[in-house]
């Protein structure tokens, strides 16, 4: 059982350029979500989705795009990466968005992106 | 507007003795907490939540109080181990506007020194 896979592992890009970070999960979960986790910062929510076809902004949501055609994957697209994009990129997924009811959230391993 | 704080960047203690590590909140519509443990190169994992009906929820080792009047969860690790040694993030739910966000403090690392 994968839980939830993201790639790639590592990535450089340079200012402005493009990118996709892929994610998908095997679990049927019906809610995904990107987090970018910063120094001094924690976890801070980028987009999420409650379901295929329905996605919502987070906290962070300025300079990234995400849809969600299917259950499983949510990729999370750059179009113009700038500096301050520079993170550790984590997908997540759950069952549903009650997370009181025994459905915690599953990480992926993350993304390093670094953009010169 | 930090809503979930973690105030304690870093935290050491000796093995075998209590760890407690601390968490903030400012939105009183929050009404499930979780703590999450993070080693380096990986994603965070569940560790244990608790209910906002509730103010003390045990797993093992692991222990989380909530203080609701005061805006504040802790989560204690008795005894502390080697393997404990990571980042913990808490994190909040709920309210209207937070529909389908979890909302994550700023970390706590951990080191329990043998």
């Known amino acids: 059982n994968a839980g939830v896979t993201q790639t790639p592992k590592f990535q450089v890009l340079k200012t402005g350029q493009s990118m996709t970070l892929q994610c998908a999960q095997d679990?049927?979960?019906?809610?995904m979500s990107w987090y970018r986790q910063d120094p001094g910062m924690g976890l801070r929510l980028i987009h999420y989705s409650v379901g295929a076809g329905i996605t919502d902004q987070g906290e962070v949501p300025n300079g990234y795009n995400v849809s969600r055609s299917t259950t499983e994957d949510f990729p999370l697209r750059l179009l113009s990466a700038a500096p301050s994009q520079t993170s550790v990129y984590f997908c997540?997924?759950?069952?549903?968005?009650?997370?009181?009811?025994?459905?915690?959230?599953?990480f992926g391993n993350g993304t390093r992106l670094t953009v010169t | 507007d930090q809503q979930v704080k973690q105030n304690s960047p870093s935290l050491s203690v000796q093995e075998g003795r209590i760890s407690i590590l601390n968490c903030d909140y400012t939105?009183?519509?929050?009404?499930?907490f979780l703590w999450y443990k993070k080693y380096p190169a990986e994603g965070p994992t569940f560790l244990i939540s608790?209910?906002?009906?509730?103010d003390k929820n045990e797993d093992g080792r692991f222990t989380v109080f909530l203080n609701k009047s005061a805006k504040h969860l802790s989560l204690h690790i008795v005894p502390s181990q080697p393997g404990d040694s990571a980042v913990y993030f808490c994190?909040?739910?709920?309210?209207?506007?937070?529909?389908?966000?979890?909302?994550f403090g700023q970390g706590t690392t951990l080191q329990v020194k043998p």
């Open positions: 939105n009183s519509m929050f009404d499930y």
């Open positions: 994190a909040a739910s709920g309210g209207s506007s937070n529909t389908g966000k979890l909302i």
């Open positions: 608790i209910s906002s009906i509730k």
């Open positions: 997540a997924s759950s069952y549903s968005i009650g997370y009181s009811y025994n459905s915690p959230l599953h």
């Open positions: 679990m049927n979960h019906e809610y």
